[in-house]
């Protein structure tokens, strides 16, 4: 198996701008989550998934952020507009059975 | 809310060494679980905790579960360059997983 695929690996964008992560979970995992990294704040749950439906969204930090989950392959975050704060390395994760956690290698996110 | 807190945030080792990290959860855990995260890279699960004073060993790295399910440590005897990283435990309670601030462990050659 692939693992958990991410893309893009870095991203590099101007504040205001629209900025689309995506995720290829493990075939076969039924729970998806998305985290933030930062050094101040360390690994933050956003959102996750169970089946492909969002049942914890509470770590979302606004209105601006929005995931997605249309099928059971495929999932995306979305940040609009984005804002230099917003700077930060995604991670996606899969589990079966919300267990144990892979880890995609992240999508590092600057915003100018 | 739930809190996992670890300490120390940073630490240096001579190579050889021994290394520990400690972490504490404000309430009871169902399990705990701790990954390790290389320079630059993402967080690889190494190992979970189920049992209320449950030890586990890997190698040089020994796992261990409090008696009280609310705290776990990490121990690492003679570190290696190897072992170079950050050290997160993750509470795992409702189908969430509650990662602590992490231990950034560096090995001095």
């Known amino acids: 198996d692939a693992g958990v695929i991410q893309s893009p690996r870095h991203e590099v964008t101007e504040m205001g701008q629209e900025v689309t992560l995506r995720c290829k979970p493990i075939?076969?995992?039924?729970?998806l989550f998305w985290y933030r990294q930062t050094m101040m704040r360390g690994l933050e749950l956003l959102i996750y998934?169970?089946?492909?439906?969002?049942?914890?969204d509470s770590g979302m930090p606004e209105d601006r952020f929005s995931a997605k989950m249309p099928n059971a392959s495929f999932s995306t975050l979305k940040i609009q507009p984005s804002e230099p704060r917003d700077s930060a390395v995604y991670f996606c994760?899969?589990?079966?059975?919300?267990?144990?956690?892979?880890f995609g290698a992240g999508s590092r996110l600057t915003v100018l | 809310g739930q809190q996992v807190m670890q300490i120390p945030q940073y630490q240096h080792v001579q190579e050889g060494e021994d290394f520990t990290t400690y972490c504490n959860s404000s309430?009871?855990?169902?399990?705990i679980q701790w990954y390790k995260q290389r320079p630059g890279g993402h967080p690889v699960f190494l190992i979970q905790?189920?049992?209320?004073?449950e030890v586990k060993k890997q190698k040089r790295l020994t796992f261990q579960f409090g008696e009280a399910k609310k705290n776990s440590s990490l121990h690492i005897t003679a570190t290696q360059t190897t072992d170079v990283g950050t050290y997160f435990c993750a509470g795992h309670e409702s189908n969430q997983f509650y990662f602590g601030t992490g231990t950034s462990l560096t090995v001095i050659p």
């Open positions: 905790l189920v049992k209320s004073g």
């Open positions: 309430t009871t855990l169902s399990n």
């Open positions: 998934f169970n089946n492909n439906v969002p049942i914890d």
């Open positions: 075939s076969g995992h039924d729970y």
């Open positions: 994760a899969s589990s079966i059975g919300a267990n144990v956690l892979t």
